[in-house]
């Protein structure tokens, strides 16, 4: 995990809250919360260092080979 992403994002986010808050007093309650969890969304992902982070792909194929694989052998 890397920290300083972490805290960079941290600070764009706060920033982009700052700046666009103010301006979303008209719109609805919806689309403040969906504002709001795509942001915390992006907070969590930085988190992770996602270009080392195995693809769904990877992951069925762990999961269904052994047991597919027999299948098929039959």
Same mark, same amino acid.
């Given at each position: $995990? =890397?920290?300083g992403a /972490? /805290? ?5 986010? @706060?920033?982009? !809250?700052?700046? =666009?808050?103010? =301006? $979303?007093? #008209? @719109?609805?309650?919806? %689309?403040?919360?969906?504002?709001? *969890?795509? +942001?915390? *969304?992006?907070?969590? +992902?930085? +988190? /992770? %260092?996602? #270009?080392?982070?195995e693809g769904?792909?990877? *992951? +069925?194929?762990? !999961?269904? %080979?052994? @047991? ?7």
């Amino acid at each position: $995990m =890397k920290w300083g992403a /972490f /805290f960079g994002v941290a600070g764009i986010i @706060t920033a982009i !809250l700052l700046i =666009k808050w103010p =301006k $979303m007093k #008209q @719109t609805p309650k919806k %689309d403040k919360w969906a504002f709001l *969890i795509l +942001l915390f *969304i992006a907070l969590g +992902l930085s +988190l /992770f %260092d996602l #270009q080392y982070i195995e693809g769904p792909n990877s *992951i +069925l194929k762990k !999961l269904l %080979d052994p @047991t597919f694989g027999k299948f098929m052998k039959k």
